[in-house]
């Protein structure tokens, strides 16, 4: 990655194009600014609340790279694109954290400790109706693939609070959760980028594959640095979702196990780990187990698949900076 493209969240090795991008991310933003106003004081403060606590624009930035694969990468329906998906991801944190009940969001409190969980709920809506409005202005299709990709982020959110069927995996459930609550967005990022860019149908085709793929494998290598890292590495206290009690992949595979030797790691995994010793204990127990190198191989052949879907792009900047992203995707959790 060059110096110059050091603000943006994907690794654009080209300066030219790395250039273009965060000038057009800039229109992105100052746009977002307008989107999130309402005739009421009250509601632009709040939905403006998360927005301006900062994020990394990955989702609207992969539209606006991914429009660069086509003919006509300045069309003001990709900024318009750009701004659904960031919209539509914007209104999920303030419901995700309603239900997570968290107190903090890129470093400010959320809406619901400040407001409470009707306003953070009402505010998340307010924003969902904002990108619905937007995804209107870019034509029937585009509403018809903004409500599938709705529908499974919802559906994702539903089957992570249910636990897996009694004849269903439960790595596959999770893997379900995963697809739907993020890589379905960042796969309809790569779509609407290429769509309104003017990209070729089988290019379309192929960076939505690839967004999903590779969307879901950087949270899945998320799950990895939860369990295996330190806290100076990761940015985030080891073992965070461990001890909500929220199995992940790496979880999941080691709870595969049939190993006798794994009796005391699944004792502690099956119990409550908000006592500080039992956690360490299972943190450790976890970051010695072969479930970590199984977590991080299985991450690392998502990342090849996603690179494999970018064939039909022509080779360029454009390809790079993507398959540069799915290297990042596969050695972060190494």
């Not at 990108?131 to 409500?147: F, K, M, N, P, W």
């Not at 739907?180 to 085709?205: D, N, Q, W």
């Not at 127990?285 to 698949?305: C, D, F, N």
Request: charged share 25%; net charge negative.
């Amino acid at each position: 990655m060059t110096t110059g493209s050091a603000a943006l969240a994907l690794p654009v090795g080209d300066e030219a194009l790395a250039t273009r991008l965060r000038e057009r991310l800039g229109l992105v933003e100052d746009a977002l600014a307008g989107h999130v106003r309402s005739r009421a004081e009250f509601v632009t403060e709040m939905a403006s609340h998360l927005m301006e606590a900062g994020g990394k624009r990955f989702r609207p930035l992969l539209v606006l790279l991914a429009a660069e694969a086509g003919d006509r990468p300045d069309a003001d329906e990709v900024i318009t694109a750009a701004c659904v998906v960031e919209l539509t991801h914007l209104a999920s944190l303030y419901h995700d954290d309603v239900m997570d009940e968290a107190d903090l969001r890129r470093g400010a409190d959320t809406a619901h400790s400040r407001w409470g969980n009707h306003v953070a709920i009402l505010t998340g809506d307010f924003l969902f109706s904002k990108s619905s409005e937007l995804t209107a202005e870019l034509g029937a299709d585009a509403v018809r693939i903004q409500a599938q990709t709705f529908t499974r982020l919802v559906e994702g959110q539903i089957l992570e609070t249910i636990a897996a069927g009694p004849d269903e995996d439960p790595l596959q459930h999770y893997l379900e959760v995963v697809a739907g609550k993020t890589g379905s967005l960042i796969a309809t990022s790569a779509r609407y980028g290429a769509r309104f860019g003017g990209a070729s149908r089988e290019v379309e085709e192929a960076l939505t594959a690839y967004g999903e793929i590779v969307g879901s494998a950087f949270q899945l290598s998320d799950d990895i640095l939860d369990i295996a890292s330190d806290q100076g590495e990761s940015g985030k206290t080891p073992g965070t979702d461990l001890r909500e009690g929220v199995r992940t992949l790496p979880v999941l595979m080691a709870l595969a196990s049939t190993d006798p030797a794994d009796a005391r790691l699944r004792e502690l995994l099956d119990g409550d780990l908000s006592d500080d010793e039992r956690h360490a204990e299972a943190l450790d127990l976890l970051r010695k187990h072969p479930a970590i190198e199984e977590a991080r191989a299985y991450v690392v052949a998502e990342a090849e698949r996603a690179k494999a879907r970018l064939v039909p792009v022509p080779e360029g900047p454009v390809r790079a900076a993507l398959e540069a992203f799915a290297d990042i995707v596969a050695t972060r959790s190494a």
